[in-house]
């Protein structure tokens, strides 16, 4: 997710799922994927293989 917000030059993990911010807390890690790819999306940004 890291490599995926610096590449669209969206910040980094610690901007977007500060530690102190308790909706983080305990999170799957498909929560944190959705989130980056929904704002990758709303930044018309695809993910390519």
Known sequence: MDALLGAAALGDIGQHFPSKD???K???STVFLTYTVDLLKQHNWTIGT
Do not use: E, I, M, N
Request: hydrophobic share 35%; charged share 35%.
């Open 22 to 24: 308790l909706r983080w």
């Open 26 to 28: 305990d999170q799957p």
